[in-house]
């Protein structure tokens, strides 16, 4: 991911190659270096991947029906005959140094214990019939099943619950190419309002892209710093979407300092000029740490529309957040309000796996909310994730 220059190195770096053009005796430098940026090239798509970006991975098919309830979840489900295709080996998470097991000794002169996290943490919205947040249930509410590809769901343990708003880092990530010129002002005015409706102790990055993703703000809870990047407007060049998504969520993934991580994704067309494909970007954001992605269509009836719905509705199906698209401008803002919302009011659910981690492999997940009063409760979440051995964490 590219990082933009303050507007004073830009001069500077402006004036240094007008007289290296008159010079003419030294070739051009690139762009990346033209920018003064570090552009971290993507990994060769995969030889199993489809270059034409099928919506929907073929690791996560949906069933028919929902796993069972309480009362028989052993019992195979429905669909127990349909084998759960393996995708490989789960994208390489950050890791620190030291070995598994191993004591090391950091720079200030104390210990580190590194050891494998078992746990799972999800979080989870919960509606009712009518569409409305459901923010009080508790603990004894809800029922986790992970299935881990013999078709048998079982049901999890739940070892930690949490009810309340806690701080979430948040990646807003926009789509800057030449057909949101006209738009941006919009969208700017209604993330601000995101960001002024969300927990104090958030903290906020923000990436724009086109042809490639630029860090434009990083990690900060300053809104007239956060205004100022998404006032950074271009408006050019091509959309990206893949290669900014799987450019942002490695920037949550490492530089992320509170557990609960949310996307924002916003854009007006298809992709046409990432590198990875959609099934690529989905793949490296279903591990248990990664983050749930929002998703904002701001679409018209131009050629590969229903792509571009499809690619924002997997996003966020599987990563157990919401697609939007808005008829016009002013419900942007509106939607932005809804995701605030949506954001502060989920229960953060963790539970240690039946079949431990070290097995690796995709894991689908399906969570169940019952309580006195309510009838069909809806539960959104993340459908799975991949189990990554080497997700650890360290105790000092």
């Known amino acids: 991911?590219?990082?933009?220059?303050?507007?004073?190195?830009?001069?500077?770096?402006?004036?240094?190659?007008?007289?290296?053009?008159?010079?003419?005796?030294?070739?051009q430098p690139n762009q990346a270096q033209a920018q003064g940026t570090q552009h971290v090239q993507p990994t060769p798509l995969p030889p199993d991947v489809d270059p034409n970006d099928p919506a929907v991975p073929a690791w996560v098919p949906?069933?028919?029906?929902?796993?069972?309830?309480?009362?028989?979840?052993?019992?195979p489900s429905t669909n127990a005959n349909v084998p759960?295709?393996?995708?490989?080996?789960?994208?390489?998470?950050?890791?620190?140094?030291?070995?598994?097991?191993?004591?090391?000794?950091?720079?200030?002169g104390g210990f580190t214990y590194k050891s494998i996290v078992n746990e799972v943490t999800l979080s989870a919205t919960v509606l009712d019939t009518k569409r409305h947040l459901v923010t009080n249930l508790d603990k004894a509410n809800f029922a986790v099943y992970e299935d881990s590809g013999d078709g048998k769901w079982q049901q999890q343990s739940i070892t930690s619950?949490?009810?309340?708003?806690?701080?979430?880092?948040?990646?807003?990530?926009?789509?800057?190419?030449?057909?949101?010129?006209?738009?941006?002002?919009?969208?700017?005015?209604?993330?601000?309002?995101l960001i002024q409706a969300s927990n104090p102790q958030d903290e906020v990055f923000v990436v724009n892209?086109?042809?490639?993703?630029?860090?434009?703000?990083?990690?900060?809870?300053?809104?007239?710093?956060?205004?100022?990047?998404?006032?950074?407007v271009d408006s050019r060049g091509g959309t990206a979407l893949y290669d900014a998504v799987i450019a942002s969520a490695d920037h949550l993934a490492k530089g992320a300092k509170k557990e609960k991580k949310v996307l924002l994704v916003v854009t007006d067309g298809v992709d046409n000029e990432s590198r990875e494909s959609l099934e690529t970007a989905i793949h490296s954001v279903l591990n248990d740490s990664g983050p749930t992605i929002y998703t904002i269509g701001i679409l018209g009836d131009?050629?590969?529309?229903?792509?571009a719905k499809r690619a924002l509705q997997s996003l966020s199906d599987?990563?157990?957040?919401?697609?939007?698209?808005?008829?016009?401008?002013?419900e942007v803002d509106e939607i932005s309000s809804e995701v605030a919302r949506d954001i502060r009011n989920q229960y953060s659910i963790?539970?240690?796996?039946?079949?431990?981690?070290?097995?690796?492999?995709?894991?689908?997940?399906?969570?169940?909310?019952h309580a006195s009063g309510y009838k069909d409760l809806q539960v959104r979440t993340r459908d799975g994730y991949f189990a990554d051995e080497k997700h650890t964490a360290s105790t000092k």
């Open 318 to 330: 599987q990563t157990g957040g919401v697609a939007f698209f808005p008829r016009d401008l002013e």
């Open 62 to 75: 949906r069933p028919a029906t929902p796993p069972p309830s309480a009362s028989n979840a052993a019992k």
């Open 209 to 232: 892209f086109n042809d490639d993703p630029y860090l434009d703000q990083d990690f900060t809870s300053k809104v007239d710093l956060l205004r100022e990047a998404l006032d950074r």
């Open 350 to 369: 963790t539970y240690k796996p039946i079949n431990p981690r070290s097995n690796g492999g995709y894991r689908k997940v399906h969570v169940e909310a």
């Open 302 to 307: 131009e050629p590969g529309t229903k792509r």
């Open 84 to 108: 759960v295709p393996q995708p490989g080996k789960a994208p390489e998470q950050p890791i620190s140094e030291g070995s598994v097991g191993e004591v090391t000794k950091n720079a200030s």
């Open 161 to 193: 619950f949490i009810r309340k708003d806690i701080p979430v880092s948040i990646g807003i990530v926009v789509d800057n190419s030449g057909s949101m010129r006209t738009k941006r002002a919009a969208v700017t005015k209604a993330v601000l309002n």
């Open 1 to 27: 991911m590219h990082l933009r220059n303050k507007p004073v190195a830009g001069a500077l770096l402006f004036l240094l190659l007008v007289t290296t053009s008159l010079m003419g005796n030294q070739a």
